[in-house]
Each structure stands twice: as structure tokens, then as C-alpha cells.
């Protein structure tokens, strides 16, 4: 079974600063997904970027960008210029290619962004 | 608009009171699911669907029914609702087994059951 741990439950930066999320799992799996979902206090859950396994280039969105490292099974995010809108719940998920297409979701890592 | 529409968004019932929580969408997808979120836990499956009239269970199914009669609507039943079920929930779904595209979450529904 497939796990994924992001080991910051809390996390609290300036405006403007860069922050890092970090996130790790576990899976025997060699083709599949990684997200980050972010959850803002109106309770949606938001895809901010998504990983294909079998990408080696780190996938970047304006000011979120990842790091992925396959062999580390480390699926970092990276927030730079932070803003009052990024204060959030980060979620990292894991979805393998195929079968159920279950999302495995981390704990979470409440994220707050103080001007 | 494309989007998951789930009801209630809140709802308060007793222990025991049978309740169901509804979800549904618009975008002709295939696989629908079910999710609790906890504090700590992150969100687990609850249920899945693949398809009309195919459902199976996921990581914490216990105290849980659902039903995928049409496929648009995949709704989420509690026959004997206890307080350990208090929770928020969240219904997904997305295109199909092979489409590598986002799952789209409804608004979520707090459920608190004393």
C-alpha cells in the first residue's frame, strides 16, 4: 500500500518570502502522480500542480514549482513571493496510473502567510 | 459551469438517524468517489465508483453505503450514523481510468453527528 508523509504540520513565513513544503511517500509503484491540492478556509480543494513520475523536468506553475526526487521518493513544493492568499491547508497526494485511481493524501501542512 | 455539487454543505443529526449525503455532476465522468478528511489524517477513500453500477470500497468503508444508479449522481449513505463518523466529507470525481486530468472535488460537507 502506497503512503505519504509530510512531516511539517504547521508552517508560518512573511509575505513575500519563499517557503518550502516537503513531502515524502512510499510505493513500489513505477508509474504514477503526485499533487499538491490546497485547501483555503472556504474548505474547496484546489490543484495548485501535478508530477507524471515518468517526467524527470520539475513541474512549475508561476510561483509554485516542485521538487521531485524519484529515487528520494521527495515531492517538495516550493512557494516563492508568498502572498496572503496562499495561507492554507497543502495537501500532498499520490495516485498510481491505472487500476482505482485512488488519491493516497498526506496529514496536511497548515500554511500561513503573515504580512 | 463544470463542478461537483455535494448537499448539505452542514448538517447536525443525531446518533443513529439514518442520513444521506448527496453529489453530483456535470461533466459526464466516469469515476466518482468519496473521501473523509480529519484532522491529522489528511483525507481518506471512503468509496469509489468506475462506473454505473460498479462500486467497491476503499480505505475506511465501515459505517458507509453508496449507490451509482445514474452516472451522474453518486450518493453517500449513512445507515446508523455515530459520533465517531463526524467528519468533513468531500465527494471527486473524474473523466476515467486512463485520463490523466485532475479530480474535481465538490464543496465539501461538514457532518457532525452527537
Known amino acids: 500500500a502506497q503512503t505519504v508523509t509530510q512531516s511539517q504540520p504547521e508552517m508560518s513565513v512573511q509575505e513575500a518570502e519563499t517557503v518550502t513544503l516537503s513531502c515524502t511517500y512510499d510505493?513500489?509503484?513505477?508509474?504514477?502522480?503526485l499533487f499538491w491540492y490546497k485547501q483555503p478556509p472556504s474548505r474547496q480543494m484546489i490543484l495548485v500542480i501535478r508530477q507524471e513520475a515518468y517526467k524527470q523536468q520539475n513541474a512549475t506553475e508561476n510561483r509554485f514549482s516542485v521538487n521531485f526526487q524519484k529515487a528520494a521518493k521527495s515531492f517538495s513544493l516550493k512557494i516563492s513571493d508568498s502572498q496572503l492568499g496562499d495561507t492554507a491547508m497543502y495537501f500532498c497526494?499520490?495516485?498510481?496510473?491505472?487500476?482505482?485511481?485512488?488519491?493516497?493524501f498526506g496529514q496536511g501542512t497548515r500554511l500561513t502567510i503573515n504580512p | 459551469e463544470a463542478q461537483v455539487t455535494q448537499n448539505p454543505r452542514y448538517l447536525i443529526t443525531v446518533t443513529g438517524k439514518k442520513l444521506t449525503v448527496t453529489c453530483s455532476q456535470n461533466?459526464?465522468?466516469?469515476?466518482m468517489s468519496w473521501y473523509r478528511q480529519d484532522p491529522g489524517l489528511g483525507l481518506r477513500q471512503i468509496y469509489y465508483s468506475m462506473n454505473v453500477e460498479v462500486t467497491d470500497k476503499g480505505d475506511v468503508p465501515e459505517g458507509y453505503k453508496v449507490s451509482r444508479k445514474e452516472k451522474r449522481n453518486f450518493p453517500l449513505i449513512l445507515e446508523s450514523p455515530s459520533p465517531n463518523q463526524t467528519s468533513l466529507y468531500f465527494c471527486?470525481?473524474?473523466?476515467?481510468?486512463?485520463?490523466?486530468?485532475?479530480?474535481?472535488f465538490g464543496q465539501g460537507t461538514r457532518l457532525t453527528v452527537v
Open positions: 471527486a470525481s473524474r473523466p476515467g481510468q486512463f485520463m490523466n486530468t485532475e479530480a474535481f
Open positions: 510505493t513500489s509503484e513505477s508509474n504514477y502522480y
Open positions: 461533466m459526464n465522468h466516469e469515476y
Open positions: 497526494a499520490f495516485m498510481k496510473h491505472g487500476g482505482a485511481q485512488k488519491l493516497v
